[in-house]
C-alpha cells in the first residue's frame, strides 16, 4: 500500500547549470541499465542506456556513467533547462531474454528558471 | 522509438465495480508486456509479467484472482481489476519490448484509477 509521508529525493538546479542524479543498484548480476524520465502523470520515457561493458556513455546533453565496482550509476545532464524538471528513475536488468526492469527510487528534479 | 499505447488514462469507479486497462503496442509484437502499480511518490513496482497465449506470471502479493491479465495476441494484453475498492486507486503502466533480448523497454502513458 501507499507510504504516508514518503518523499522522493530532490535535486534543485538553476537553468543552464549541470545536474547530476545518482543510483545505486544492489544487484550485481545486473549488465543493462536504464534512466528513465517520468513527467507527473505521465509514463516513464527513455533518455539513455548503458551495458556493463562500458562505464560512459553519451547522448544529447546527457552522460550515464556506470561504476561497476560500486554498483553506481550516475546522470549527468548538461545544460539544464525548465523542460528537464521530472521525476528521474534507474532501471536494471540483467542476462538474456525478456525480464521486467527493476526500478530506483527515483529522484525529482527541479529546475530553478 | 517503438509505440505502447495504454487506454484509459484516467477511469474513475465505484467500489466493487470492476475496470479493464488496455496495453497495446502500436508497431511491434510483443509476445510479453509487463504491469506495473504506481503510488504517489513512489517508484515503479512490478504486478506481474503477461504472456501472450499463456498464463501471467504474478509477483509475490499481488492477488491473481483481483487483477486479471489476459494477453490474447501480439499487441494486447489487458488487466482487469476486480470488485476494485478504494486502496486500488493508483498509477498503473503497462510495458512491452521488442525483440527477444534485453533492450530498452517502452512503457504506456499510465492509467490513473481512482475508486470512490
Known amino acids: 500500500g501507499e507510504s504516508v509521508g514518503l518523499h522522493l529525493p530532490t535535486l534543485s538546479v538553476q537553468e543552464g547549470d549541470n545536474s547530476i542524479i545518482n543510483c545505486a543498484y544492489s544487484?550485481?548480476?545486473?549488465?543493462?541499465f536504464i534512466w528513465y524520465k517520468q513527467e507527473s502523470g505521465k509514463g516513464p520515457q527513455f533518455i539513455i542506456d548503458?551495458?556493463?561493458n562500458m562505464d560512459k556513455r553519451q547522448g544529447q546533453r546527457v552522460t550515464v556513467l556506470l561504476n561497476k565496482t560500486v554498483k553506481h550509476l550516475s546522470l549527468q545532464i548538461a545544460a539544464t533547462q525548465p523542460g528537464d524538471s521530472a521525476v528521474y528513475f534507474c532501471?536494471?536488468?540483467w542476462g538474456t531474454g525478456r525480464r521486467a526492469l527493476t526500478f530506483g527510487s527515483g529522484t525529482r528534479l527541479q529546475v530553478q528558471p | 522509438g517503438a509505440v505502447v499505447s495504454q487506454h484509459p488514462s484516467r477511469v474513475i469507479c465505484k467500489s466493487g465495480t470492476s475496470v479493464k486497462i488496455e496495453c497495446r503496442s502500436l508497431?511491434?509484437?510483443?509476445?510479453?508486456m509487463f504491469w506495473y502499480r504506481q503510488f504517489p511518490k513512489q517508484s515503479l513496482m512490478l504486478m506481474a509479467t503477461?504472456?501472450?497465449?499463456?498464463?501471467?506470471?504474478?509477483e509475490q502479493g499481488v492477488e491473481k484472482d483481483k487483477f486479471l491479465i489476459n494477453h490474447a495476441s501480439l499487441t494486447l494484453s489487458t488487466l482487469t481489476v476486480t470488485s476494485a475498492h478504494p486502496e486500488d486507486s493508483s498509477f498503473y503502466i503497462c510495458?512491452?519490448?521488442?525483440?527477444?533480448?534485453?533492450?530498452?523497454?517502452?512503457f504506456g502513458q499510465g492509467t490513473r484509477l481512482t475508486v470512490v
Open positions: 510495458s512491452a519490448t521488442p525483440g527477444s533480448e534485453n533492450t530498452e523497454a517502452f
Open positions: 508497431d511491434f509484437q510483443a509476445t510479453t
Open positions: 503477461s504472456n501472450e497465449g499463456s498464463k501471467a506470471t504474478y
Open positions: 544487484n550485481s548480476a545486473s549488465d543493462y
Open positions: 548503458i551495458r556493463s
Open positions: 532501471a536494471e536488468n
